[in-house]
């Protein structure tokens, strides 16, 4: 299944403006790490426990996330603010050319209502 699904990710980002969408930065809260807002308070130029506080909450399931929806760090023209050292999950988004794609199969069902690779390689897969 991966061979198929890095295929199609492969063949589908190339079409895909991701500029153009942003969905993913407009409407998913992605978990945020330790390291993250580390590199993040780095790159600001302030002490993460400022970053944390104007930036970041804990969620109903203990996990960090943004504090509002969309992230603060996407601009009017969807271009990330601190792209270079944005988070580990937005690094990783939409995990479809991943290892063991099967592990998220169920995930990526739900992503593909927000981004449109996602969507393209599901229906490539079921095709």
Do not use: W
Request: proline share 5%.
């Amino acid at each position: 299944m991966d061979l198929l699904v890095h295929k199609l990710h492969d063949d589908i980002s190339r079409r895909v403006d991701c500029l153009k969408c942003a969905n993913c930065c407009r409407s998913l809260g992605p978990r945020i790490t330790d390291k993250d807002v580390e590199r993040i308070a780095k790159h600001l130029r302030l002490k993460t426990s400022a970053v944390i506080d104007k930036y970041f909450k804990i969620d109903e399931d203990g996990d960090m996330v943004f504090q509002n929806m969309p992230c603060p760090f996407l601009g009017d023209d969807n271009y990330c603010a601190i792209y270079e050292n944005r988070p580990k999950a937005c690094r990783e988004y939409p995990h479809t050319d991943r290892k063991r794609f099967y592990q998220i199969y169920n995930l990526s069902i739900k992503n593909a209502y927000t981004c449109p690779i996602v969507y393209e390689v599901m229906q490539g897969i079921n095709k």
